[in-house]
């Protein structure tokens, strides 16, 4: 059984911080939209299927359109041809939006040490969980998901107009 | 009106006939980065035109920085939903570079290796025809199936996906009797699964009228534009390495080549469904003649190229002096040029190998399927509508990877 | 039966000296010839009632720095499908002015392996319907798979080259 959150409850109430609240919902009911390019994407549809399953975690509904999803998978090579649009897809999205890099090249460029590769994507957009391997197991994909999930529920719901937030992707040049 | 709203359309395209859609590089999950800038007239598509190179890792020039051994990783990432069949092919082509000799026994357990891989390259592409047509079911129910063969990747070199399976001259461990029982049990429980994914699409009213007609291609054209694999044996013409140029001990196995005849989706579905068939009985083929060969040999006898054990090199002075040069590139390595092609799911995977005699190749050019058949897309699909273009793009099975490269 | 020996024959009666420096490395059959004859050869090649070879399996091109005059050298591999023969055919050319006769009329399948041909060597296929980069991005000004480039990206900051043993 799970743990009820921490408030303070009554007969046909129960109060609680709002940041909590609003964690808990998003937490357990994250979209995320798969950005799948290369191996580390044939390991997610081994995550999605019926052995690992992800749609366990709350997150049943892919979303391929930007506009719709809160969290973005970058699994695999991201090339220089591919960044911008990389790019495009995070500034598309709606705050408040998370990033997870999955697999050695979306960390850190990968085995593929070469003219042609971004040595990670965190040279383009913020990241907020990496998993490493190459590819990953589904069962790293799906403990950085539940990571993504501790990072979602401990958020405050004034980080995203913070001063910090602001200078983050101001640094990477996003408005 | 174009001023004052803040589009920025092209040039006279208020008074085209025609839209230009952009099936983007970012696809719904499953097909890899490739974009198609399609012109169409309402739901018919004029014209198309790819563009590639959105995964471009510069394989070819990352290989001539890395040693032999050291280039089967890279091999991996080019089909990677059957990367076993490129890492066999890698090996073998050093190996004929060596003019190295290999016995029965490794031979048949990497057609075992090929032919397990060639199963799941093929359940990922059928079944993700039918997601396409929009039945999710048989992807689901396929893809228990692919992780009863990552186990026995697993089992025999560690890893799932891109497994670095096997060593120039053979195998890095023999395979142990889970192994051989993960192998009989995924052979005892598939054909049942199997028949039951045939029953949901063969003989489906909706998916039949889906695919059939849709896609097709002439067996000229096909030839012209250099297809090879199920591709190319559904319009009709039954090219395949395995018998053509036959390796790695196939010459000794009775299987049949199946082909297709308008060269349609369904037929490429069918193509594939029929290989799937036909491995099940190599695999079987290849366990029975394995029963009767020595069952400690592994690898071929390779000092140059095979690392010894390790027990040894910590032991023996010979074996450290092996391990030494052959990790550090000391070892000799015969110059010349060779091409040497296996039959990987798509068709003909070749490896061109220039040696100068050094460490690293001179050259090494992948001849990669899905790049030479992906040229042919804008053809096929001229004329039909969105939605069978993109059934027809899921058919061909194109990896990103491959294609790029 | 195809053997080398028919096509070698063949090749030399019809082309004398054109064609030359017959090899047979690994078992099959290398030649090569000057570069404005490659589609004359081609040609007889394919359409030729005996030799037949009608498939283009693979086009690249090879970078030879030290050979001065001939440094890029373009490698066509055709097939016979019937009798599942092979063969290889090579043209050298200059790197100051690396034009080469465009396959794309004889092969479709050449179409894009020119294109990677070019974007990586520079290799000028003269008559190319599009031949524009395929695989690296389009501002890119240099040819990098040529011998004179180093794989690793430059202006990396985070992997430092003496960790890595460069």
Same mark, same amino acid.
């Given at each position: 059984m799970v743990e009820p959150p921490q408030g303070f409850g009554g007969d046909g109430f129960f109060t609680m911080k709002l940041s909590e609240a609003v964690g808990l919902a998003r937490s357990n009911s994250l979209w995320p939209l798969p !950005? @799948?390019?290369?191996?580390c994407g044939i390991e997610f549809m081994a995550t999605m @299927? @019926?052995?690992?399953?992800? @749609?366990? !975690?709350?997150?049943?509904r892919l979303s391929f359109s930007p506009r719709q999803c809160d969290l973005i998978m970058v699994m695999g090579t991201i090339a220089k041809k591919m960044a911008p649009i990389l790019k495009q897809v995070y500034l598309q999205m709606a705050e408040p939006r998370w990033v997870m890099a999955v697999g050695a090249c979306a960390c850190s460029g990968g085995i593929f040490d070469s003219y042609s590769v971004l040595q990670g994507i965190d040279q383009v957009i913020p990241v907020d969980v990496y998993v490493p391997g190459c590819p990953p197991r589904p069962e790293g994909i799906i403990d950085g998901f539940m990571r993504i999930q501790d990072l979602v529920k401990a958020e405050s719901i004034r980080r995203r107009e913070s001063d910090e937030y602001k200078a983050l992707l101001n640094s990477y040049g996003i408005q | 009106m174009s001023q004052k709203q803040n589009i920025q359309l092209p040039e006279g395209s208020l008074g085209k006939q025609t839209t230009t859609l952009n099936l983007g590089p970012t696809h719904p999950a499953t097909h890899g980065v490739f974009q198609n800038i399609l012109e169409m007239d309402g739901e018919r598509i004029i014209d198309a035109v790819p563009t590639v190179g959105f995964i471009h890792r510069a394989f070819e020039k990352l290989a001539e920085h890395k040693p032999y051994y050291q280039i089967t990783p890279l091999t991996d990432r080019l089909n990677y939903c059957s990367s076993p069949i490129n890492n066999m092919g890698w090996h073998m082509t050093v190996e004929k570079l060596i003019h190295a000799e290999l016995p029965k026994r490794v031979e048949y357990l990497r057609v075992i290796i090929m032919e397990l891989a060639r199963i799941a390259d093929h359940l990922v592409c059928n079944s993700v025809i039918g997601v396409d047509t929009g039945a999710f079911t048989g992807f689901i129910y396929v893809f228990e199936f692919r992780e009863k063969i990552y186990e026995v990747f697993e089992e025999v070199c560690g890893s799932r996906l891109t497994t670095n399976i096997g060593r120039i001259g053979g195998f890095e461990r023999n395979f142990s009797d889970l192994a051989f029982q993960k192998l009989q049990h995924f052979m005892d429980t598939f054909p049942k699964a199997m028949r039951e994914f045939e029953t949901l699409f063969n003989r489906n009213r909706i998916f039949m009228e889906r695919t059939m007609g849709v896609g097709g291609i002439a067996a000229e054209r096909a030839l012209n534009y250099g297809f090879t694999g199920p591709n190319l044996r559904a319009t009709g013409i039954d090219y395949d390495i395995r018998t053509a140029h036959p390796y790695s001990g196939y010459q000794d196995f009775d299987f049949a080549v199946p082909v297709g005849t308008t060269g349609d989706v369904y037929d490429r579905y069918l193509v594939r469904n029929a290989e799937i068939w036909e491995s099940m009985s190599i695999i079987k083929q290849a366990l029975e003649k394995i029963k009767d060969l020595d069952p400690t040999v592994f690898h071929a006898d390779l000092p140059n190229f095979y690392l010894p054990d390790k027990a040894d090199v910590y032991t023996k002075m010979e074996a450290l002096i092996y391990h030494f040069k052959i990790v550090m590139g000391e070892t000799e390595i015969p110059a010349g040029e060779l091409y040497h092609a296996v039959e990987g799911g798509n068709g003909e995977l070749g490896f061109y190998l220039i040696s100068d005699g050094g460490r690293t190749p001179y050259r090494l050019h992948f001849r990669r399927p899905c790049f030479i058949y992906y040229q042919a897309y804008p053809e096929i699909i001229r004329g039909s509508m969105l939605s069978d273009a993109v059934v027809t793009m899921s058919s061909l099975n194109l990896i990103a990877g491959e294609i790029d490269g | 039966m195809l053997t080398n020996e028919i096509i070698k024959q063949r090749l030399t009666d019809k082309f004398g000296e054109q064609v030359r420096h017959f090899e047979e490395p690994y078992g099959m059959l290398t030649f090569e010839t000057d570069r404005d004859n490659n589609l004359k050869v081609m040609t007889f090649l394919k359409e030729d009632e005996e030799l037949g070879f009608t498939y283009l399996n693979d086009l690249t091109a090879v970078h030879?720095?030290?050979?001065?005059?001939?440094?890029l050298a373009v490698v066509y591999m055709l097939q016979n499908i019937r009798t599942s023969t092979r063969v290889r055919l090579k043209v050298f050319t200059d790197i100051t002015q690396p034009d080469v006769f465009t396959a794309s009329g004889l092969f479709a399948t050449s179409n894009w392996l020119e294109r990677e041909a070019y974007d990586f060597y520079g290799v000028n296929f003269v008559g190319h319907p599009n031949l524009i980069r395929i695989m690296n991005v389009d501002e890119m000004d240099y040819f990098p798979q040529r011998k004179e480039y180093p794989v690793e990206e430059q202006t990396r900051i985070d992997k430092d080259d003496a960790m890595f043993g460069r």
């Open positions: !950005f @799948a390019t290369s191996c @299927a @019926a052995h690992y399953d992800l @749609a366990r !975690f709350g997150a049943e | - | 030879y720095p030290d050979n001065t005059g001939q440094e």
